[in-house]
């Protein structure tokens, strides 16, 4: 009953979330798949952390011709070519104290779209990262549904009661782990940042959460989420937050 009741009260925040399915292997450059190599172009370096000079470990790649329907990003759908992130693991110095990159927009992440079309990927063996995760490619996406956290209702003007709380907890309706789409499971409150080309609030694109996908832990148990501009598909961005 109080759960027919919650779920009528959120319904209109229903969106559909992607839950990432893989096999232990490396794809294609142009795949979408976390870690292994990345598509880079010919004569391009692999992204170098400013801090300590390494090269960054790379962490995932989405290519846009992949990705099932996004309600909420209408126009990337309309953009071509690959989302990449690239993340300092370095701790000595530990860059990602040191430059701050649970924060957006830190020197030491690279999160970037590359335009493919007509081009060739540079041909690379081996990955130049120390302790490189192993690769796993995304072969297929699970459809699930997914609600905005409490946190982000209430940003909404939706107040749920205690007990409807407890209910939106045990039911676990903001999805956990790794996911497309969707909404962001926060945990530190809303914190989108703004499209430094617009202003406009950006979006969540994906959700990459602590050992899941990648043998990562963003600080005590964090997740983080890759942002985008829903008007500018270049402008993107990576923050985490754990409490
Ligand atoms: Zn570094
Ligand atoms: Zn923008």
């Not at 880079?40 to 992204?47: D, R």
């Not at 759908?77 to 990602?96: A, I, K, M, R, W």
Request: with cysteine.
């Amino acid at each position: 009953m109080l759960q027919e009741k919650l779920l009528k009260k959120i319904s209109n925040f229903a969106r559909s979330t992607f839950v990432p399915i893989t096999e232990d292997m490396d794809g294609e450059y142009d795949s979408s798949k976390f870690s292994g190599i990345p598509w880079l172009s010919q004569n391009e370096e692999w992204p170098i952390c400013p801090n300590c000079h390494k090269p960054l470990n790379f962490f995932m790649q989405l290519n846009l011709k992949d990705l099932p329907t996004m309600s909420h990003l209408a126009q990337l759908h309309d953009s071509e070519g690959l989302v990449q992130l690239f993340y300092c693991t370095n701790e000595d110095p530990h860059c990602e104290s040191e430059c701050e990159a649970f924060l957006p927009f830190s020197n030491s992440v690279v999160v970037r779209l590359v335009d493919i079309a007509g081009k060739k990927p540079q041909k690379i063996e081996e990955s130049p990262v120390v302790g490189a995760f192993s690769p796993k490619r995304i072969v297929t996406w699970e459809k699930e549904k997914d609600y905005p956290d409490y946190q982000e209702l209430a940003e909404n003007n939706v107040e749920l009661t205690e007990d409807e709380e407890d209910v939106y907890c045990e039911l676990e309706l903001t999805v956990f782990g790794d996911k497309l789409s969707g909404w962001p499971a926060w945990v530190q409150g809303v914190e989108y940042p703004n499209c430094p080309e617009c202003g406009e609030t950006m979006q969540i694109l994906f959700q990459i959460d602590s050992e899941d996908h990648l043998p990562y832990m963003f600080g005590d148990v964090g997740c983080g989420h890759i942002t985008v501009c829903p008007r500018h598909p270049h402008q993107l961005a990576f923050g985490w937050a754990c409490s």
